[in-house]
T-cell receptor, first 116, second 109 residues
Framework: GAVVSQHPSWVICKSGTSVKIECRSL??????MFWYRQFPKQSLMLMAT?????????EQGVEKDKFLINHASLTLSTLTVTSAHPEDSSFYIC????????????FGPGTRLTVL | GQNIDQPTEMTATEGAIVQINCTYQ??????LFWYQQHAGEAPTFLSY??LDGLEEKGRFSSFLSRSKGYSYLLLKELQMKDSASYLC??????????WGAGTKLIIKP
């Protein structure tokens, strides 16, 4: 299956700062990448779908000005949490598919963000 | 609306068999995935069913009944490392995965 990496694995930051999370597909070209957030003991929540070279599609309730997504190449998508606050502390996971109707999603290892 | 129903938590004994049930309602259907998620880690793929019936893969099997909106994951010869959450995720007509909270499986010696 496809290999997806994320960086950093975990980050602790002060309230008000911005944090960038990188998601890379290592062995194939990812036209589409998905960004999820998961709070403890809750389900994965899709935040947005990013397509290479175009604007991301955000899910209802997700602030696009706060969660900036850039998908400038076929192997890299970034999520920037701007002016982070303690309530943004969560597990952020990216995933991608290899396309076609099967659409198995391959997940990155996730980034645990803690905002103090 | 779209909905997934799985037990919140199950407990089983090492070496035994456990069946995790999932019922779902989606807008359209393009198959159903089962993922395993260990605490603090991202989900990993276990199985995919798009036709009715049983798919067997080693110790894990997955069953689907589209008419009943029902699936189950069967785990045999349980090992301690199988302690994890198991996520049932049907795919809707837009090829988007619908995620529930999953079933936390606790394996006891």
């Amino acid at each position: 299956g496809a290999v997806v990496s994320q960086h950093p694995s975990w980050v602790i930051c002060k309230s008000g700062t911005s944090v960038k999370i990188e998601c890379r597909s290592l062995d194939f070209q990812a036209t589409t990448m998905f960004w999820y957030r998961q709070f403890p003991k809750q389900s994965l929540m899709l935040m947005a779908t990013s397509n290479e070279g175009s604007k991301a599609t955000y899910e209802q309730g997700v602030e696009k000005d706060k969660f900036l997504i850039n998908h400038a190449s076929l192997t890299l998508s970034t999520l920037t949490v701007t002016s982070a606050h303690p309530e943004d502390s969560s597990f952020y996971i990216c995933s991608t598919t290899q396309g076609g109707g099967y659409n198995e999603q391959f997940f990155g290892p996730g980034t645990r963000l803690t905002v103090l | 609306g779209q909905n997934i129903d799985q037990p919140t938590e199950m407990t089983a004994t090492e070496g035994a068999i456990v069946q995790i049930n999932c019922t779902y309602q989606t807008s359209g259907f393009n198959g159903l995935f089962w993922y395993q998620q260990h605490a603090g880690e991202a989900p990993t793929f276990l199985s995919y069913n798009v036709l009715d019936g049983l798919e067997e893969k080693g110790r894990f099997s997955s069953f689907l009944s589209r008419s009943k909106g029902y699936s189950y994951l069967l785990l045999k010869e349980l090992q301690m490392k199988d302690s994890a959450s198991y996520l049932c995720a049907p795919m809707d007509s837009n090829y988007q995965l619908i995620w529930g909270a999953g079933t936390k499986l606790i394996i006891k010696p």
